[in-house]
């Protein structure tokens, strides 16, 4: 299998790099439709000790040696919006990895940090170049989720699954995977991060119906907001729910007119599918009922997030200065033994699921870390917010809102899901580049030497 995965990897790294050297953004395109597209068992691992050497991993690499050979104004981080919060980030991840108790275990997260995150943030923030560019990479990004959501239908009517053929090779403590062979997946290591990208697929799909007035792409569009749908409630998962509907909320009170028109639009398909499939409505109302009842398991899965909020809390509370401040290290929450929960009547848990982002990054990176989680979020959505409030072009508004709905719903999504499928790693850290490009430029522009230009 890890020659057949070898082989499979080298092919899609040959096919990005010809696309790259042909013509840079159809490369850049084409890697992060694959990025957000591939599951993250394709991969290989020739040494154990050494990090896993996955086919996102390797698109990656081949992205940076391109960009690096490619001219760009700018290639320090400190000079980049977002830059500096990411590499304050990466010191305080240094010092959580110095004192964390599992070491290696900490260490390879750190280098995962370094190359996955500020890695992607510097290949998108340096290889974009015009709206045209930023418009593509998210129509290229929506593709690649729509393509997940289709697989995931496919796999819900005939069975087939890309598991069975690309089996997770990986620590049970860093991933979990699905309990249930019921459970729809498609290419993401479980059903709630399935949801989570179906959810923000259709988010993107969604704006380009309210905002594009090209009749030929809304059908396209149309297509990619019902498939991602579809998956997305097949995936029965409430936190993707909750985050595609603030997501939506955020999207019509923006947009206005144009919204509230769409959303009436939406509103409608969605009670004619509940009317021609009663089962639909069915389904998300036992869900909701059992959610309110803290004594049944759906009820109790939903306190669990308070569980893990309040073990963070308390280990925090009782760790030293040092660690309270940054942590016990990446990975740490996994490989420490915190007791068990009683989720149910009778059945005990042990509290290794952190379903809520938020409490794993203030085990892992300490008070500091979670800061500045927070800090990003919300630097990032109040200077796209008023990027926004400006006289800007039609389509500069409507990458700049992509952004703005992306950094809500991720801000959203971290209370009650853990984000731990790389390929939603790598689309949100796609968002905040180009949300660098977009201020950076408007920067440049009052200025007098604005290099970002609209192209049609």
């Given amino acids: 299998m890890e020659v057949i995965n070898g082989f499979i990897i080298g092919v899609i790294v040959l096919c990005v790099w010809h696309q790259y050297r042909k013509q840079s ?11 957000v597209f591939l599951p993250a068992s394709l991969s290989v691992s020739p040494i154990p000790e050494l990090p896993t050497i996955s086919v996102h991993r390797a698109i990656l690499a081949i992205l940076l040696v391109c960009a690096l050979r490619s001219p760009s104004e700018s290639r320090r981080l400190t000079k980049m919006s977002f830059g500096g919060i990411l590499l304050c980030t990466a010191g305080a991840s240094l ?4 004192v964390s108790p599992f070491l290696s275990v900490s260490v390879k997260q750190y280098l995962y940090f370094i190359f996955e995150v500020l890695g992607t943030f510097w290949i998108v923030r340096t290889s974009i170049k015009t709206t045209s560019d930023g418009r593509q990479l ?19 009517y005939t069975g087939w699954r890309v598991a069975d053929m690309f089996p997770r090779g990986v620590d049970d403590r860093f991933f979990w ?22 959810a923000l697929g259709a ?3 969604l704006q380009g119906l309210v905002l594009d007035d090209s009749r030929a792409k809304k059908w396209v569009m149309s297509l990619g907001v019902l498939v991602c749908l579809a998956a997305l409630y097949f995936s029965l998962s409430r936190g993707p729910w909750l985050a595609f ?3 939506c909320l955020a999207l019509f009170m923006v947009t206005r007119t144009r919204g509230l028109k769409w959303g009436a639009v939406f509103a409608l398909v969605v009670c004619a599918v509940m009317l021609i499939r009663p089962g639909v409505w069915s389904t998300i109302a036992d869900l909701g009922y059992a959610t309110a009842d803290a004594k049944s398991l759906k009820g109790s899965s939903f306190q669990w997030r308070f569980v893990v909020v309040d073990t963070a809390l308390s280990a925090m509370n009782e760790a030293g200065i040092v660690n309270m401040l940054f942590g016990f290290g990446g ?22 699921s952190w379903d809520c982002e938020y409490a794993a990054v203030l085990y892992d990176k300490g008070w500091i870390g979670l800061g500045l989680v927070l800090l990003l979020s919300i630097v990032g959505f109040v200077r796209i917010a008023n990027l926004l409030r400006k006289d800007v072009d039609s389509q500069t ?7 703005l709905l992306v950094v809500l719903f991720f801000a959203v999504a971290r209370t009650n899901v853990a984000i731990y499928a790389p390929q939603l790693v790598y689309a949100e850290v796609a968002f905040f580049g180009l949300g660098s490009v977009l201020l950076d430029v408007g920067t440049r522009a009052k200025r007098g030497r604005s290099v970002f230009l609209h192209t049609a």
Avoid at 335 to 351: A, R
Avoid at 397 to 403: E, G, K, N
């Fill in 245 to 247: 509907g603030v997501g």
């Fill in 397 to 403: 508004r409507s990458v700049a809102l992509s952004v």
């Fill in 95 to 98: 010092v959580s990895t110095i």
């Fill in 25 to 35: 953004i159809k490369g850049l395109c084409l890697a992060f439709f694959l990025l």
């Fill in 138 to 156: 998210l129509n290229w990004i929506g593709a690649g989720f729509a393509c997940v959501g289709t697989i995931a239908v496919i796999e819900r």
């Fill in 177 to 198: 995977i699905s309990n249930s062979h019921m459970d729809i997946t498609s290419t993401y290591p479980h059903r709630i991060l399935l949801g989570l990208a179906c």
């Fill in 203 to 205: 988010l993107i799909y």
């Fill in 331 to 352: 990975g740490s929450q996994q490989m420490t033994k915190f007791g068990e929960y009683q989720v149910s009547p009778g059945i005990w848990l042990p509290v290794q």
